[in-house]
């Protein structure tokens, strides 16, 4: 065996054992509350929160979960929040992309944390962009009291909700909301807010203000069922529209009503007849290196996504340090702009470090990303990058003149954008290849992904100076053993806020997944961007030349 295939071999195994743990993580993640808490959910009759999106999706057709690690590994003094109390992504119902929000009431009774009025909010967004009938899948005891402060008040909190109630209503997407369990306080909007309401006998209930409150307000003395059950509610209040025995039976009511939906114009993205890449998506595997700081061939990779592995490169020889290109995934045709990760060299006979933006490729992309506008083609961001080039050379020719035309071309994008957080994503790096801030229809993440405003080891050293410079400054020494296990105290905790668990914890990505899954992720993400057309105007704005 040859060194370039133990370099493969090295790479495949250490790519394998991320995805390995990635799906155990998952498999947790997916057991909510825990065996016990699922278990009481089913002996009261009642679906739990993926058993109902089992049973609503099609058969054999794909769910896009979306936020699965949201809240991953935060709150541990509440006993942890998993997938953020709230199971949410995009599914097929009666043929149709739908967006499927389900309360997880085996995680605190589907109370709902900071990060699960964020998850909510993105998964609104998605519908909201998408143009996709969204369907509530209702079961939460309202705000998560303890953390009532980070929750409710503010622009991006609880309320946010309801006011995209409204939104959407107005934008006129279908909302459909089956309440299955409780439906308490201000979130007792949400179904009303909705087109159509449906609830379980016995189990569903909507009231602003339960039992207990009732008693304590007003001296009143009433049951849950008879203050807001589902009889009350489609027999006396007129709020809700149809009762069932079962969560099958309203899920099967859900299925008819999206089955009748009517059919609105599309963007009119491009599409032909799928073609498989020429080299197996596996090859991903062998191709990224273990070590991010190393080396490789993006091209290669690329043909590992595209159909029939093959792109169409745009300046082809300049500014190599991006590559840009048209090319078809799953069928759909794209625009790809993707960091190089080789060292290349330019015509002027320039060294380009691999993952860095230099003056010709931040030109270069800001211009293909342009023209894909020009033809509404959909772009797609392949992240590997540690930032632009600094130095006298770089500042002395423009860098963050030419680095704002790639900022102002990204922002001011109007087709859909789907990012794909490979490798490293640092700084304004992240920014200009279109990282969360920037809109992204949809944020993906291999669990080989770095986000931070630097490297690791850079970001950790420049501490190390500030804090010995700080106790020098107080009169204290610090002897070399001392300076070196603070570094290390400092690399850790540094290292442990660029893993991609950290970013989809706090969901500055929309989901961690397996790069095999990269090319039907891209593909479910722009058949969702399809429904919506284009309708606003390009306009790039001022450009600084």
């Not at 899948?137 to 006011?163: T, W």
């Not at 039976?249 to 299925?255: A, H, I, N, S």
Request: with cysteine; proline share 4%.
């Amino acid at each position: 065996m040859n060194q370039q295939e133990l370099e493969s071999n090295k790479n495949e195994d250490a790519i394998r054992l991320a995805v390995s743990t990635m799906k155990q993580r998952l498999g947790v993640i997916e057991q909510g509350g825990g065996k016990k808490s699922l278990e009481k959910v089913r002996q009261r009759g009642k679906l739990t929160a993926r058993e109902r999106i089992e049973y609503l999706i099609d058969d054999n057709s794909t769910f896009t979960e979306i936020g699965a690690f949201a809240a991953y590994d935060m709150y541990p003094e509440h006993g942890g929040c998993p997938a953020a109390g709230t199971v949410g992504g995009i599914g097929y119902v009666s043929g149709r992309q739908c967006m499927i929000v389900a309360n997880d009431m085996t995680v605190k009774a589907g109370a709902w944390f900071p990060l699960t009025g964020k998850k909510n909010l993105r998964l609104q967004e998605i519908a909201m962009e998408n143009h996709l009938p969204i369907i509530y899948l209702v079961d939460s005891a309202g705000v998560f009291l303890p953390m009532q402060d980070e929750i409710f008040p503010d622009k991006e909190h609880f309320g946010r909700i309801f006011r995209n109630n409204a939104r959407m209503s107005a934008m006129g997407i279908t909302q459909i909301a089956a309440v299955m369990g409780s439906c308490v306080a201000g979130g007792a909007y949400l179904p009303i807010m909705s087109d159509e309401v449906l609830m379980v006998e016995g189990n569903g209930s909507i009231f602003l203000a339960g039992p207990y409150l009732v008693k304590a307000a007003i001296g009143e003395d009433v049951d849950a069922e008879t203050l807001g059950g589902a009889v009350t509610h489609t027999e006396i209040s007129g709020i809700a529209d149809y009762k069932f025995e079962t969560d099958e039976e309203c899920l099967d009511q859900v299925k008819r009503i999206v089955s009748k939906l009517g059919h609105n114009p599309g963007a009119g993205f491009d599409r032909v007849a799928p073609v498989a890449p020429a080299v197996p998506a596996e090859k991903i595997y062998s191709i990224l290196p273990a070590e991010s700081t190393k080396p490789y061939d993006m091209l290669e990779l690329i043909k590992c996504i595209v159909d029939g592995s093959e792109i169409d490169q745009y300046k082809e020889d300049y500014g190599k340090s991006i590559i840009c290109g048209y090319a078809r995934i799953d069928g759909w045709a794209v625009g790809i702009v993707a960091n190089q990760r080789k060292m290349v060299k330019s015509r002027k006979g320039e060294m380009q470090m691999g993952g860095v933006i230099y003056n010709d490729s931040a030109d270069k992309a800001a211009r293909f990303i342009m023209n894909c506008n020009q033809k509404k083609i959909p772009l797609v961001f392949l992240q590997d990058v540690t930032g632009f080039m600094v130095g006298s050379r770089s500042e002395h020719a423009g860098i963050i003149k030419d680095g704002a035309k790639l900022v102002n071309a990204v922002s001011n994008s109007v087709v859909p954008k789907i990012t794909i957080i490979i490798g490293n994503s640092y700084g304004a790096g992240n920014y200009a290849m279109c990282g969360k801030a920037y809109d992204p229809r949809f944020i993906y993440a291999w669990p080989t992904a770095k986000i931070a405003v630097m490297g690791g080891e850079q970001a950790a050293k420049t501490l190390l100076q500030i804090q010995v410079a700080s106790l020098k400054a107080k009169g204290e020494e610090i002897t070399p053993e001392a300076e070196k296990k603070l570094l290390a105290a400092i690399t850790e905790k540094y290292t442990a806020q660029t893993t991609p668990y950290y970013a989809a914890a706090r969901l500055w990505v929309d989901d961690i997944i397996d790069p095999v899954a990269t090319r039907s992720r891209i593909s479910e993400g722009i058949k969702a961007a399809d429904n919506a057309p284009v309708e606003q105007q390009f306009n790039v704005g001022v450009f600084q030349v």
